[in-house]
């Protein structure tokens, strides 16, 4: 084992970043790869290029600790290598493992013997061995012999600030237990949180993908029962919180416009078409997908319904939209439900307002009270504070004909006596 408290990061996103910002703090030399120029000046600078609150971490990054570059060259002294580059997938759902591939094949060019690799990025099972470890074996290097590779899933939460990447408990399989021990040791030195040894590298990749999917089930199951309980004229939010006093076999979750981020609306593809290849179709996943996909347009037939009540059609109505974030108070759009809002909209001729505090440079309206000027009827789409806040007379005095609430973060109830129509995601 090499051991010189060096550690190669490579992908400064999120994960990336506030892990190098973990490690710096807790004296490793970091090296910092990227392939994206405009991270590595701006971190270079001293700028962190998204933002990293929990625990102060990007402090690191003002003091200059972290060093970025685009050449892997810098790896090849470093005790540990962490590659945690994105794992997307394609417009039809496809898995796009480019990313982890072309890492790999940049860090089997400067990889040496005792060195730990530890792959990050979220992967269905198998990936490790049948995709990381023959392309770092293109170095003449045999993992588990030469070199040790582990798979250690990051389950950061960004804008999260009780769970952070210091504090969450992790889990760590190895291609054999030296690796996994070894892995388990470094983990332990950075992080406050347990980290617990999983018995192969599969099962390390599996846990993540089976805590995102059964989110994404969950999630899907309250989705549904929203548009049924909308027919029914129950409302799904008083129902899960009353189901919630049960102090045993119950988990609340909630519906909303739409399920985002880079996490469970794309981890679940990646299980369903790796056991694919297998010859099992995952049905359950699948329609889980299905319906949190569905959910914009469900979002806008409620904007249709809620605007014929008012004689008026989309088509040329001032639509304000709050919110492109894919959750509350923070930047990250990715996969963000109120992208395919805006499309179906515009798609049937609506006028549309957007606007996200935190996202201003795609916001087309200056404010939130130049969204309201202009409107006749809202979507909230994210739930930031800012929105939250939107009372009934805020709505009154702006002439506002309805809002379509996509997170349920209005107070209901104040609707109750008010010309403005309200309408939640199944309440
Ligand atoms: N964002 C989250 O909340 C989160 C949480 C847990 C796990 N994950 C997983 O972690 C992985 C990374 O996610 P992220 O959110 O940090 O992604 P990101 O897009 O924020 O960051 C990835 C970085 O990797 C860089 N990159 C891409 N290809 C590269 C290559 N070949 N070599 C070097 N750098 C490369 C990109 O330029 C980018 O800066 C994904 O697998 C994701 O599913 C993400």
Not at 170 to 182: E, F, H, Q, Y
Not at 258 to 284: M, N, Q, W
Not at 300 to 309: E, G, R
């Amino acid at each position: 084992m090499i051991e010189n408290k060096t550690v190669a990061i490579v992908g400064l996103g999120y994960v990336g970043l506030p892990l190098a910002c973990l490690c710096s703090r807790k004296g490793w030399q970091v090296e910092g790869i990227d392939i994206n120029k405009e991270t590595i000046a701006s971190i270079n600078k001293g700028v962190a290029p998204i933002a990293i609150e929990p625990g102060h971490l990007g402090e690191e990054i003002k003091k200059k600790k972290i060093k970025a570059a685009e050449d892997f060259k810098n790896i090849a002294d470093a005790q540990v290598i962490i590659i945690c580059v994105p794992t997307p997938v394609s417009d039809s759902y496809l898995p796009n493992l480019g990313p982890v591939k072309s890492a790999s094949q940049s860090v089997a060019k400067y990889l040496k013997k005792g060195q730990l690799v530890v792959l990050e990025s979220t992967v269905n099972p198998g990936v490790s061995i049948e995709v990381v470890k023959p392309i770092l074996e293109e170095s003449g290097l045999k993992a588990g012999k030469d070199f040790h590779l582990a798979h250690c899933p990051e389950r950061i939460d960004p804008g999260n600030e009780k769970w952070t990447v210091i504090n969450i408990p992790r889990v760590v399989g190895g291609i054999n237990k030296t690796s996994a021990k070894v892995a388990k040791d470094f983990y332990e030195e950075i992080l406050e949180g347990k980290v617990m040894m999983m018995k192969s590298l599969k099962e390390a990749e599996a846990v993540k993908i089976v805590e995102n999917s059964f989110r994404d089930i969950n999630i899907a199951f309250v989705n549904e029962l929203a548009q049924s309980f909308n027919k029914m004229d129950i409302d799904i939010v008083d129902v899960i919180n009353g189901a919630s006093t049960k102090p045993f076999s119950f988990l609340a979750h909630y519906p909303s416009c739409g399920v985002g981020g880079h996490c469970i609306p794309v981890d679940p593809y990646y299980l369903i078409e790796r056991a694919k290849a297998s010859g099992f179709t995952h049905e359950f996943l699948r329609l889980a997908r299905e319906i949190n996909n569905y959910m914009p347009t469900f979002t806008v037939d409620l904007i249709t319904q809620a605007l014929n009540d008012h004689q008026k059609s989309i088509k040329g109505t001032n639509i304000g939209i709050l919110g492109l974030a894919y959750k509350k108070n923070i930047s990250d759009t990715r996969e963000s439900p109120a992208y395919e809002i805006i499309d179906l909209l515009k798609k049937v001729g609506a006028e549309l307002h957007i606007y996200d505090p935190y996202v201003k440079d795609e916001s087309n309206a200056s404010s939130l009270a130049d969204v309201l000027k202009k409107s006749d009827c809202l979507v909230i789409a994210t739930d930031h504070d800012e929105f939250k806040g939107l009372s009934v007379a805020d709505l009154e005095k702006n002439n506002i004909l309805a809002v379509v609430d996509g997170k349920n973060c209005l107070d209901k109830d104040s609707f109750a006596k008010s010309k403005v129509d309200y309408q939640g995601i199944g309440r």
